[in-house]
């Protein structure tokens, strides 16, 4: 295949899992409170991440929290959680593509994702847009979310490697 078509069909498959991506996360989060949410939008990136590398699983979650927040904004539009976004898929990418070791691969890029990047970085957003409750008290709500978001992803990457090793295989024979 030429190098035109390839990066064609990356763009769209990329444009595809951003659209994946914003819905899971606008339309079927499960939300507790402001600052208390699960979604899945976390799938479409570790396809991103498992098919191309970090740099589209970072441009695939950050776009689809960017489009997410413009088209179907939630509150104010804060750049800080945008950011976090590219970085926690950035990293997936990063593990997915590089190791070979199952904690390398899954539980390393998990930890930082949600365990240092959501529960750190996040809450310092959150604090800073709702001042409802300090730093602190964000902190200590979002645990449980970030440790349940840690585990879905624990156990999410080697069931999505799978997946797109298939679909690797079929998108290399032509469509007729």
């Known amino acids: 295949?030429?190098?035109?078509?390839t990066f064609l069909r990356r763009m769209i498959i990329c444009a595809m899992l951003v659209a994946v991506a914003l819905v899971l996360d606008r339309f079927v989060p499960i939300v507790f409170t402001d600052s208390i949410k699960i979604s899945l939008a976390l799938i479409p990136v570790l396809v991103a991440a498992s098919f191309f590398g970090p740099a589209d699983a970072a441009l695939v979650w950050a776009l689809a929290d960017l489009l997410g927040?413009?088209?179907?904004?939630?509150?104010?539009y804060f750049p800080g959680f945008?950011?976090?976004?590219?970085l926690k898929g950035f990293?997936?990418?990063i593990c997915m593509t590089r190791f070979r070791n199952f904690?390398?691969?899954s539980v390393?890029?998990?930890f930082f994702s949600d365990l240092i990047v959501a529960l750190f970085l996040d809450t310092l957003f959150i604090s800073l847009l709702y001042s409802t409750k300090t730093y602190w008290g964000?902190?200590?709500?979002?645990i449980p979310q970030c440790v349940i978001l840690f585990a879905l992803a624990v156990v999410l990457i080697p069931v999505i490697e799978q997946i797109t090793k298939k679909l690797k295989k079929a998108l290399k024979t032509p469509l007729k």
């Not at 927040?69 to 104010?76: I, Q, Y």
């Not at 964000?138 to 979002?142: A, C, L, Q, W």
């Open 1 to 5: 295949m030429s190098k035109g078509k």
């Open 69 to 76: 927040a413009v088209l179907f904004p939630r509150g104010a």
């Open 82 to 86: 945008t950011l976090t976004c590219a």
């Open 91 to 93: 990293a997936f990418g």
């Open 103 to 105: 904690f390398l691969r």
């Open 108 to 110: 390393l890029p998990s």
């Open 138 to 142: 964000y902190f200590i709500t979002r």
